[in-house]
């Protein structure tokens, strides 16, 4: 590996995503970064964001390429899960954000009263964005913000090659039976089949999100729409697929205990670059750290997430940071709302991977060049379009569509407790044996729910 790539396998505590960076407290609200065009500037417009890492640095350009063209400065907060925060808080005009990146769907329903509507300085400005996506954040027919980034959260990513670097996987499997039969077979042969960045609670989000959606999308529907419940079978049939597949003897690179220990990234470098693990099932802003840590001479494929049954659909899981206009509306805002609606706006990030444009006026040709996107596979229409036959359904994870459960709480430490209570059932479990986690897992999600 080399000397500069993360090192993130950690016995501290489990992080989220988009790590908080406290110096940021509010209500002082310190910009982390701030672009500028010297002479000539109309001003300064301040914009609070989820992002963190490389996905702050690719979203500087943006920002450069805006302060270049527009000449409005910059000042960026970088608040990670953090962002309701800047949402809630009663700070002061002069320290107050105009515009604030959500990855939430869920978080302008809680704040809506504190979003300017596009409609009000910009009309016609989404015209060339997806009905699902629109009406995913739209209130009383408003459009309460612009989705700028898209990801794709149903991939699997292995290594493919020839000769003595092989492919990690001996098929690409399409069904979920397959997938298991293909782990079994690697794991039997002494090769790790999964790599799981468990430390990170909302990678076993994404986990159960496509489960879930993959055996019945009706039903997913209706659990984050909250006309169903945690206390379904379909919720209990998910687990035990997940535990079944999860508790497998030699699943995980150093077992299930190492999986929790494990983060995002590190997971990707299991398969990638250190090679102990055959897959990672991860979104597309995988790309960037394969391709920036990754070994030399290893070739990145990835399928996607196996349908649950030969009659059911593949899933598709969905991620989104949506940029919002705050109140009080002002001209520099207003500007940066504009500028992230522009596809020019989101190839610049785009060309690093990483990002999937939702406005059809955007240029599909990068994704191809990449090589991670393909024609016959067509990610980018199917994150766009969102599931057939359910009138263009956007299905964000669940945690994103419920809210409320960020790091440490809610569904990502029920999660992360439950793969915990798989490790403490010992080696190769009976099926009975998960289900009694199972069922401690099901009341937990209950309890939860009910808080």
Known sequence: MPASAPRLRHSGPRTSRRTVLKALALPALTPLFSTGCGRGSKGT????????????????????AFTENERWDVSVLSMGDDIPAVLGAQVSAVAAPDVAMLSQPALVDQYADR?????????????????????LVQRAGADMGVWFKAAHDSMVWYRQGTGTAGSSIPTVPATWTEWQQTNRDLAARGTAPLALGAADGWVLDQWLSNVLLGDDP?????????TAGWDGAKVRRALQLLGEMWAQPGEFPAGIGGALLTQFEDSVLDVFTR?????????????????????PNVQRA???FPALSAASSRPIVVGGDLAVLLKPRRPPGEALIRWLADP???QIWANQGGLISVNRASDNSVYRRLGYITDDLDAVRDVRDGMDGMDGFIAFTISDMLGGVGDGQGLWQTMQDFLTGLGN??????????????DRTVTALVTGASR
């Open 425 to 438: 059932l010992g080696f190769s479990p009976t099926p009975d044996a998960i289900s009694s986690v199972v």
């Open 45 to 64: 417009v301040r914009v609070a964001v989820v992002w963190s890492g490389w996905e702050l640095t690719a979203f500087r350009e943006v920002l450069a």
């Open 218 to 226: 009706e039903y997913y529907h209706q659990l984050i729409t909250k």
């Open 275 to 295: 090679r102990d693990a055959a897959m990672v099932m991860e979104g597309d802003f995988s790309y960037p750290v394969i391709s920036r840590y990754g070994a």
């Open 115 to 135: 979003l300017v509507p596009i409609q009000q300085f910009a009309p016609g400005l989404l015209s060339s964005y997806p009905d699902g996506w629109r009406t």
């Open 344 to 346: 020019a706006a989101a």
């Open 302 to 304: 990835w399928f996607p």
